[in-house]
């Protein structure tokens, strides 16, 4: 059930899908003071409570103990000190042994305060602006909280099948050839890919919607050929348009205005990479579509995938409080700097970048309304990519194109996904991130990962490796890394055997990830889940914090410590292991309930599957370059003669032979198969659901 109370007038933020009712009563589940201007909800937490949710965010699954605050900031350093990402995930469960556990979700796109135990340990306080929307979800168990959640805030993101292919990214890719010498490290060494993205290397002075003609003189060209090798470019946009005469983007936005506001409602000026730059008003339907049609102009060139980029939105400096700044410390220049004059001096440096005070002075025109940013700061990067979403809705209709966002808001999950930003090459990122993904699909975020091998910092070979072990998982597999660090495209390190080994893992489990991908996006459920919301009574489980359930029949157990050869694991119930160094070289064993030591090498992938449960592994050839060349049903099936008379049962009996079926049964397992052509978007017809059965003697192991 879900109940909505409304206080002061909240703005319409987009965020749900529904219409609830307004509720005629109070609030009565949490403890509601409402002053001038702020709002605040509490509630006592007893010892056993958790707390799921808040999407991308710091430390654990578990969120008590902390305070976070959702006001979406560019900071590249997620370290446990920070309160804030790149996000406003609004949406919480208070999960309860005592008393039903309900879920919170606080529509209100300015900063949101959640103190999740942090000043007394049993006290959830929460904070927000005195206009917003305020929803309560009470549900028989987690799943069904999760569930009504999704249905209240739509659909999740459908992305193409060729974005669960690996993906190979850098900041620093400058030209065609580098790119090619990427692309033919992969191939040379027959492994996989599917991606290459273009940071903003590849524009004209970082300016959206044009390319470097000298790097890339002829870019559809360019494009095409990588395709034909399976390899699909995927370009950065940026926020910030720069102040250059002439720019048509630039002049487009000043005559209609499509840009925010400053008080005397000029066009506001902030500088980001190219300098001095002026911010398209997403928040203005007519500015949205303009912005959203600019990318027509890659498309038309053979694109098919974007990645929006600095959309907090970030700021360098605010050309007022530059100048203001500038004069400030001008004053300081012959002074004797001493411990606070100079302290003064370099504050004054750090209050340029990402200063809150420079949101309250600009405006939007959200349609009609006038409102100044900050109150709807967190709303930035959700109306920069439902302008692309939209547009593509128009100029490609009938196909998916890949999208993703660095920031995002509650709902923003119907038009593209995101990816965790600037995080860095460190063990307790690659944690970080085995954390962050159940509570983003709790938020509805389905297509994400973080950049495999860390962006900031230099990878080492090992981080890689066992970044990859988890990143198979991960719906976007994305190597990521910024300028000046370590190379770390996987042919950069010794024993390539290993790594290629366990990215064709990913390729041999992608019907599996597929089939979970569009299962959870089509049923409202989640991929990635806590072992809680699947094992309710069990107490233990409850509080694992580093394994995760992933679709209907994985359990996974990461490592992510450095050094390690293996883990801890607790099984919730009867479990069979799978340890895999390659797609050939596989090891199962039936393990029971409860705490056991697992060996992994570096080299190995160990997973769980549940009883009962199987799942299709394909077979690969040696040399399968993407996800194009896969053996995987929806291909098979179309290139038979007689595909268009095909019945179901011969459906069935295909996917049963042309998969290796990996899973344990007392009797028999049943698994339900979703497949198509991964580009088109229609998915309800039958043919697309197709229920495989393995009697247990069928299947590679069984319990006699
Ligand atoms: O301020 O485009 O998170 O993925 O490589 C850095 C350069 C800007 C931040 C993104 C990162 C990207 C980088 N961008």
New binding site residues.
């Given amino acids: 059930m879900i109940s909505r109370y409304v206080y002061g007038q909240p703005l319409e933020t987009g965020a749900v899908v529904m219409t609830i009712p307004k509720s005629s009563q109070e609030i009565s589940i949490l403890h509601m003071q409402r002053q001038k201007e702020f709002l605040t909800l509490s509630c006592q937490m007893d010892d056993e409570d958790i707390v799921y949710g808040l999407g991308e965010q710091v430390r654990g699954i578990n969120k008590r103990g902390f305070t976070y605050i959702s006001y979406a900031t ?1 900071d ?1 350093n997620h370290t446990e000190n920070k309160h804030s990402l790149y996000a406003g995930h609004n949406f919480l469960i208070l999960s309860r042994k005592k008393q039903p556990s309900f879920g919170i979700f606080i529509d209100y796109p300015g900063k949101v305060i959640f103190n999740v135990g942090e000043t007394k340990r049993n006290e959830l306080h929460i904070s927000a602006g005195s206009d917003c929307t305020v929803y309560i979800i009470e549900g028989e168990c987690l799943t069904d909280i999760a569930r009504q959640f999704r249905e209240l805030t739509g659909r999740s993101y459908i992305a193409p099948k060729w974005a669960f292919g690996y993906q190979q ?1 850098r ?1 620093g890719y400058q030209c065609e050839d580098d790119i090619r010498r990427v692309v033919d490290g992969y191939h040379s060494r027959k492994i996989p890919l599917d991606a290459v993205y273009l ?2 290397d590849y524009m004209d002075h970082f300016k959206d919607f044009t390319i470097d003609n000298d790097r890339f003189p002829d870019f559809s060209g360019f494009t095409d050929s990588m395709k034909n090798q399976g390899v699909h470019l995927v370009p ?1 946009i ?1 926020a910030g348009v720069k102040i250059e005469k002439d720019y048509p983007v630039y002049e487009e936005g000043v005559q209609n205005n499509y840009f925010c506001k400053d008080e005397d409602g000029r066009d506001f000026v902030g500088a980001v ?1 190219p300098g001095k730059s002026h911010f398209p008003d997403f928040f203005n339907s007519r500015a949205r579509a303009w912005f959203g049609h600019k990318y027509k102009w890659l498309m038309d060139q053979g694109i098919e995938g974007f990645w929006n ?2 959309n907090e939105p ?1 700021l360098f400096y605010s050309e007022k409080r530059l100048e203001r700044i500038m004069d400030e410390i001008l004053t300081m220049k012959n002074e004797n700097l001493d411990l606070h004059s100079f302290y003064q001096l370099t504050g004054k440096i750090d209050s340029l970048s990402n200063n809150p005070d420079d949101h309250k002075s600009f405006y939007h025109d959200f349609d009609g309304i006038k409102v100044r940013h900050d109150k709807v700061h967190n709303l930035y990067g959700f109306y920069m990519t439902k302008a692309a979403s939209e547009a593509f809705d128009q100029i490609a209709p009938d196909k998916r194109t890949l999208l993703f966002s ?1 920031s995002s808001y509650i709902g923003m999950h119907r038009y593209g996904g995101i ?1 965790t ?2 995080n860095a090459s460190w063990w307790s990122h690659l944690l970080l991130s085995i954390q962050q993904m159940p509570a983003l699909n709790l938020c509805g975020i389905l297509y994400t990962g973080s ?1 495999i091998g860390g ?1 900031g910092c230099d990878a080492t070979p090992d981080l890689m490796l066992r970044w990859l072990e988890f990143g198979i998982f991960t719906p976007l597999m994305r190597n ?1 890394a ?2 000046g660090t370590r190379e770390q495209e996987v042919y950069q390190f010794e024993q390539l055997e290993d790594y290629r080994n366990i990215i064709r893992i990913r390729y041999g489990l992608l019907p599996y990830i597929y089939s979970e991908y569009m299962k959870s996006a089509l049923n409202n459920e989640m991929y990635f889940r806590p072992l809680a919301f699947d094992f309710p009574q069990d107490s233990h489980a409850a509080r694992v914090e580093d394994q995760l359930m992933v679709g209907e029949s994985i359990m996974i157990a990461p490592i992510y410590t450095q050094n390690a050869t293996g883990r801890y694991v607790y099984l919730p119930e009867d479990m069979l292991m799978v340890r895999m160094k390659s797609l050939e070289d596989k090891i199962y064993r039936v393990m029971q309930t409860g705490h056991h030591y697992i060996d992994a090498a570096l080299n190995e992938v160990v997973f769980f599957v549940r009883k009962n449960h199987m799942l299709p592994l394909a077979v690969l050839n040696d040399d399968i370059r993407s996800t194009a060349d896969l053996q995987l049903l929806h291909n098979v099936i179309s290139q038979r003669k007689d595909a268009q008379e095909i019945t179901a049962e011969d459906v069935m009996h295909t996917a049963a032979s042309i998969y290796e079926w990996i899973g344990y049964a007392q009797d028999y397992a049943e698994y339900t198969l979703y497949d198509d052509d991964g580009i088109s978007k229609n998915y309800t017809p039958q043919q697309k659901w197709i229920k495989v059965v393995k009697s247990k003697e069928s299947l590679n192991v069984c319990i006699s």
């Fill in positions: 560019d590249p990214s900041w940071d903003i950065i940026d990479w980029d600095m970030a660095r990816w930003g600037d950049d962006f990521h910024a300028l």
